[in-house]
């Protein structure tokens, strides 16, 4: 798998969001710990999770103990791989999403975090969100005391600004490594965030980067087609899966990548031949042709 960096650590290109392995509909423990097992089969080295990922009124931290029981429990080497954990959001009984930013609450849960994982230090510690009744500057700032007391050794920031990553920018300085913004070929609100990444070199991790592309495609095995393909606003994407023989999946992600050399999708899987799907499209390299199809459908 091609590789690409977050600060000065290597991964691979595509990661694995570990959310649906904890929520609703999750698998049974077996598939989800294959599925991780599959992930990093396939070159997959980033691994991302967070406290919040866990069933509605649950407690915290089902995905992170999920996430290090496969790598127990994993037969080959993981010395290269990088877990990516987030705090500041939580899941109580209702459903509902609760942000909290505090700086005592961010650096609880980051060793609370740092407990379940088993490590010695996070390897990346991301504000999940930022919190609208404390200021951002404060949030960020529990996150350089992380660094500075070493319970973290990368921090990253998710559902920002490009205004908020400047400004954690000024606070962390080099050691803001990571930008988690939703992006994909249906919700390019942070096509600006993107942008800002690239010209600071700052990772932007897609979260939900498939949407818009069919699930059909996305539940079946490699190369499955939906039934309908190239049906839909993002029809190219089904026009160059089927010329090239592979998935809508894989020509979505590889997209991506080309977006900029700082991008690393982190898709979703729930079950192992979905994982090995993604990261093949690491190794998928469109042409400009190719690109010029799919961005004329996307709008840009």
């Known amino acids: 798998m091609r590789h690409r960096t977050l600060g000065e650590v290597s991964v691979g290109a595509i990661g694995l969001g570990a959310m649906p392995l904890s929520i609703e509909g999750r698998p049974d423990e077996a598939r989800a ?25 649950a407690e915290p931290g089902h995905n992170e103990q999920l996430v290090a029981r496969a790598l127990a429990t994993y037969g080959g080497d993981t010395g290269d791989v990088l877990v990516t954990t987030k705090g500041g959001r939580g899941r109580p009984a209702d459903g509902s999403w609760t942000v909290t930013g505090s700086p005592r609450h961010l650096k609880s849960a980051a060793r609370a975090s740092l407990k379940r994982l088993g490590v ?21 700032g529990a996150l350089r005391e992380l660094l500075d007391e070493g319970t973290v050794r990368l921090a990253g920031i998710s559902n920002t600004t490009t205004a908020q990553i400047r400004a954690a920018r000024a606070i962390l300085g080099d050691r803001l490594v990571s930008v988690q913004n939703q992006y994909s070929p249906a919700v390019r609100d942070s096509e600006d965030a993107l ?23 996305l539940d079946g095995p490699p190369g499955a087609r939906s039934a309908e393909p190239g049906s839909g606003p993002f029809g190219a994407f089904h026009a160059v899966a089927r010329e090239r023989g592979v998935s809508p999946q894989q020509v979505c992600l590889a997209w991506l990548l080309a977006r900029s050399p700082t991008v690393i999708p982190i898709p979703g899987a729930s079950r192992p031949e979905t994982i090995r799907d993604s990261a093949a499209a690491a190794d998928l390299l469109l042409t400009p042709q190719e690109l010029a199809r799919l961005d004329a459908t996307t709008g840009r």
């Open 120 to 140: 010695d230090a996070i390897g990346l510690y991301q504000l999940h969100k930022p919190d609208p009744s404390v200021p951002f500057e404060e949030s960020v």
């Open 195 to 217: 942008r800002l990444c690239a010209e600071l070199g700052i990772a932007f991790l897609p979260w939900s980067p498939l949407g818009g592309i069919s699930r059909s495609s």
């Open 33 to 57: 710990l294959a599925t991780v097992h599959a992930a990093l089969d396939a070159g997959v080295t980033l691994l991302d999770t967070a406290d919040s990922y866990h069933l509605p009124g």
